[in-house]
């Protein structure tokens, strides 16, 4: 099995600032891609940030400028350092990736989410 734990949220006042984590655990071959999604209450889910197994990211227009998506691939971990904290940025915060499997337990290409880590940000 696969398995995605995300920590690092809480309530911060706006203007404020997080570290969300994500680490990645179990027979993992490989990483590809490590995203961060959010959901606010009443809203779809949505893609804030997206970092590649070689470094390159890409940010959703609400984020950019304020968000960084960075990984180490080393611990299987991806972290979402969020500055300039808005209040319309409360939401759950998922982790998602596509991971290989290592060829034991797991055969294959997976895509698991973490359980999600709530971010709220007050006025």
């Not at 995300?6 to 600032?17: D, H, K, N, R, T």
């Not at 470094?55 to 960084?68: I, L, M, P």
């Not at 596509?98 to 337990?105: F, H, P």
Request: with cysteine; hydrophobic share 35%; net charge neutral.
């Amino acid at each position: 099995q696969v398995q995605l734990v995300e920590s690092g949220g809480g309530l911060v006042q706006a203007g404020g600032s997080l570290r969300l984590s994500c680490a990645a655990s179990g027979s993992i071959g490989s990483i590809n891609f490590m995203d961060w999604y959010r959901q606010a209450p009443g809203k779809q889910r949505e893609l804030v940030a997206t970092i590649t197994s070689g470094g390159s990211t890409n940010y959703a227009d609400s984020v950019k400028g304020r968000f960084t998506i960075s990984r180490d691939n080393d611990k299987n971990t991806v972290y979402l350092l969020m500055n300039s904290l808005k209040p319309e940025d409360t939401a759950v915060y998922y982790c998602h990736a596509e991971i290989r499997g290592d060829g034991t337990r797991v055969v294959g290409v997976l895509w698991p989410w973490g359980q999600g880590t709530q971010v709220i940000v007050s006025s």
